[in-house]
């Protein structure tokens, strides 16, 4: 399997966060894996990181929590369909919750770029979908 070239993670729940992280990083599955613990801060990354230059990765995926305090996850979805990126068609944004979302939201949520939905926690199996529905790659056994 391939490494993506970099995954952003969008929480504001540090344990959250650290599980998620030790699970990406057990699974080897990004290069580079960056963490933002709100939408704003998650905005700024993108905009950092999706600058041309050799030593900046776009992220190829967002995990997004939706519900987080300065901006929560629909507040960024609505700031990054602003942003002048070519990349950004390029990057597969999925949606992180604690409970279902609301018919609404959900509706919502797709209108925004959002390219699936993943009830919390991560697990392997929910990271391997994402690889092989998105990306066309799968997960060595090991």
Do not use: W
Not at 48 to 62: K, M, N, R, V, Y
Not at 103 to 127: E, N, Y
């Amino acid at each position: 399997m391939g490494k993506l070239p970099c995954i952003l993670l969008v929480d504001d729940d540090p344990v959250n966060n650290f599980l998620n992280q030790r699970l990406l990083e057990g699974l080897a599955v990004t290069e580079q894996l960056i963490v933002a613990l709100n939408g704003q801060e998650a905005f700024d990354l993108l905009e950092q990181h999706c600058q041309p230059g050799p030593d900046e990765a776009c992220p190829a995926l967002i995990l997004l929590d939706s519900n987080m305090p300065i901006m929560n996850g629909f507040e960024f979805l609505q700031a990054y369909q602003q942003l002048p990126l070519p990349q950004q068609k390029a990057i597969v944004v999925v949606m992180l919750t604690a409970t279902s979302l609301l018919p609404g939201d959900m509706a919502r949520a797709q209108q925004l770029c959002v390219s699936d939905f993943l009830s919390k926690p991560l697990t392997k199996d929910k990271i391997n979908t994402v690889l092989q529905k998105y990306f066309d790659n799968i997960l060595s056994d090991n």
